[in-house]
């Protein structure tokens, strides 16, 4: 990095290597660990994604891929889980790059609360889920049934990704998302007069009206 590039530092960075504890997932194990982390977040869910589509889990009342009393296993949308969270004041922020699925733009029509909880960016393209400020995942994954490992063998996509608990990656990627989901890249950003609704515009919006009224 040139030296005094300190607008785009926070974005544009090599950090020095060092040990860090890993787990590899692939496959269903994003499903298992990426998925079940956020069905246990008591604090936040921070989903950054460029791809966005309707996604279905297992009924929490039976054990993931088996059956329970000779029946069938139930699906019900993410959407409604995280509905549930929110409800439960667990923050959610949902940073994407593009247009939601026609399914997933639906369900959420059922769910308002969560509106405010999408933000958009279309130079967002790194995929993490960050669950509590404890737990990260980084990896190839969009939020898509296919790419979390939620559909069947044969039809999920081939994903790898990582998990961690490791303070400092948690500490760089949260600091990433935050200057994102707050329009801060916005000023400088080339493609802004591509942008339908510029993010520090709308983190304006959402200062003044979060202000207590005189």
Request: charged share 30%; proline share 4%.
């Amino acid at each position: 990095m040139l030296r005094g590039a300190a607008t785009v530092e926070d974005v544009d960075f090599v950090r020095p290597a060092r040990a860090v504890s890993l787990q590899l997932l692939a496959g269903r194990g994003h499903y298992d660990e990426v998925i079940g982390a956020v069905l246990d977040a008591q604090v936040s869910i921070w989903i950054a994604t460029a791809n966005l589509k309707e996604l279905m889990i297992e009924d929490a009342r039976a054990a993931p891929g088996r059956r329970r009393g000779g029946r069938r296993v139930r699906y019900r949308s993410v959407i409604g889980a995280l509905d549930e969270r929110v409800g439960r004041g667990v923050e959610l922020r949902l940073l994407h790059a593009g247009v939601p699925s026609g399914p997933f733009a639906r369900e959420l029509r059922r769910h308002p609360r969560l509106v405010g909880a999408l933000r958009t960016c279309p130079r967002v393209h790194f995929k993490a889920v960050i669950v509590d400020g404890g737990f990260l995942y980084l990896g190839s994954a969009n939020w898509t049934g296919a790419g979390l490992g939620a559909k069947g063998v044969g039809r999920r996509n081939f994903e790898l990704g990582v998990v961690t608990r490791d303070e400092a990656m948690l500490d760089e990627v949260q600091g990433m998302f935050d200057r994102v989901w707050r329009g801060a890249e916005c000023a400088a950003c080339k493609l802004r007069d591509e942008c339908g609704a510029p993010l520090d515009g709308l983190a304006a919006r959402v200062r003044r009206s979060s202000r207590p009224r005189p």
